[in-house]
């Protein structure tokens, strides 16, 4: 399977403020993924992350707060916007190479809002 | 949207013994079930799946069973060993594919000595 980079692997943020997660695949791949997981607990689908058009998110989770950009088949990034402590979590990025593939995730970007 | 139920949330087995985690979905339409194990510090990584045009895969010591009727399907980890130890989540998508996954809330397997 192919392996994914997830850049910052951890961060410590301001209320307020903005991060961008990249997340970079070492080939190319058919879908990509975003999801958060809250510290203890399961993974959340946020969105999917479609090459050279708006991603498609999953209910409860808006563009304003969470844009991502895909501009190929192997990068895409996450910004979390105007964050409060309420997003402190684990944000992890996933990826398929074909529809009728597993998916497989980054070691994830652990951010802490202070 | 789909809900999907997993139990025991905590599990402890010695060394050489069986582990069972079982998730249940709520969406009929539901068609590909992955087992991912978790370990502290790191994504996700799968082990084995199951897609709904079978009852039953086994890959060495692991074997994921399924019944549609009941919306039900299960992990089976024969002759554990401490490194099985981790979190181990099911998910289900109605898409058969990896897309519009949704996780279990997560079992966390202690293998002891």
């Known amino acids: 399977s192919a392996v994914i980079s997830q850049k910052p692997s951890r961060d410590i943020c301001q209320r307020g403020t903005s991060l961008t997660i990249q997340c970079q695949v070492d080939?190319?791949?058919?879908?990509m993924f975003w999801y958060r997981q809250q510290p203890g607990q399961s993974l959340t689908l946020i969105a999917t992350?479609?090459?050279?058009?708006?991603?498609?998110?999953e209910s409860g989770f808006v563009i304003d707060k969470f844009p991502i950009s895909r501009p190929n088949l192997t990068f895409s990034t996450l910004t979390v916007s105007n964050m409060s402590p309420e997003d402190s979590s684990i944000y992890l990025c996933?990826?398929?190479?074909?529809?009728?593939?597993?998916?497989?995730f980054g070691q994830g970007t652990r951010l802490t809002v202070v | 949207g789909e809900n999907v139920e997993q139990h025991p949330s905590t599990l402890s087995v010695q060394e050489g013994d069986s582990a069972v985690i079982k998730c249940t979905y709520s969406?009929?339409?539901?068609?590909?079930f992955p087992w991912y194990k978790q370990e502290l510090g790191k994504g996700p990584q799968l082990i084995i799946d199951i897609r709904s045009n079978v009852g039953e895969k086994k890959d060495q010591r692991i074997a994921v069973t399924l019944n549609k009727t009941a919306k039900h399907f299960s992990l089976h980890i024969t002759e554990t060993q401490p490194e099985d130890s981790a979190v181990y989540f099911c998910a289900a998508s109605p898409t058969g594919t990896a897309s519009k996954l949704t996780f279990g809330t997560g079992t966390r397997l202690q293998v002891t000595l």
């Open positions: 992350a479609n090459q050279g058009s708006e991603a498609t998110y």
């Open positions: 969406d009929s339409a539901s068609n590909y």
């Open positions: 080939s190319q791949v058919t879908m």
């Open positions: 996933s990826a398929a190479t074909g529809r009728n593939t597993e998916a497989f």
